[in-house]
């Protein structure tokens, strides 16, 4: 199970493969996160916002929400975990802005 941060993280690695009002969905619910104060409130939030906008996802529909967020984001959040120890010291990457906001 990965934590909130790290879904997060491989939410917003993802955010230009999504639809302009999907982008917009996925931002405010990450905003509104934010505000929440246990791990579990952030990740159903979180969850419950991934099963409206992972319609965008051909791969999702095909495998199913459950098992693409079980099985691809672990292997998205290696990937990020790979760029973030190989990437140019100045990346400018959706991945490198997030991780230099403050938690
Ligand atoms: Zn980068």
């Known amino acids: 199970m990965l934590s909130y941060q790290d879904m997060k993280l491989v939410c917003i690695s993802y955010l ?13 619910a990450l905003d509104s996160c934010e505000e929440m104060k246990t791990e579990r409130e952030k990740k159903f939030r979180l969850y419950r916002i991934l099963h409206l906008i992972l319609w965008d996802f051909e791969e999702a529909i ?3 929400f459950v098992n693409f967020i079980n ?17 140019e010291i100045n ?5 490198c802005k997030l991780m230099e906001m403050p938690a």
Do not use: V, W
């Open 16 to 28: 230009d493969s999504f639809s302009a009002i999907n982008q917009k969905r996925l931002l405010m």
């Open 62 to 64: 095909e495998i199913g």
């Open 71 to 87: 099985h691809k984001f672990p292997e998205r959040l290696e990937a990020i975990e790979y760029h973030t120890l190989n990437k």
């Open 91 to 95: 990346c400018f990457c959706d991945i």
